[in-house]
């Protein structure tokens, strides 16, 4: 079992990756908005890489690779949140 915690710092070096991939290459974030991609585009990104984490857990034996693959769409999906927003559940 992985602890609640260890999860998000997982997320967290997927996201100081992402920030690296774009300092490195600025033209692969759109600059339409605010220099940020559209929440339309990160939707796209989300379902592109949930395909991309369906075929590694087919192809592969065992977890690790859609793991990998879903590291990613978790930082995707906090990417989105920083750059709209991050509305709270209400409990």
Same mark, same amino acid.
């Given at each position: ?31 339409? $908005?605010?220099? @940020?991609?559209? $929440? ?19 192809? @592969? ?7 990998? $693959? ?22």
């Amino acid at each position: 079992m992985t602890t609640r915690q260890e999860v998000y710092e997982a997320i967290d070096t997927e996201r100081e990756y992402q920030d690296r991939i774009i300092a490195q290459d600025p033209s692969r974030h759109d600059a339409t $908005v605010d220099a @940020n991609h559209s $929440v339309g585009a990160y939707l796209t990104m989300l379902d592109t890489y949930l395909h991309r984490a369906q075929d590694a857990w087919t192809d @592969n034996a065992g977890h690790d690779k859609a793991l990998d $693959v879903i590291r990613k769409i978790a930082g995707i999906a906090v990417h989105c949140m920083e750059d709209h927003g991050a509305p709270k559940r209400k409990l």
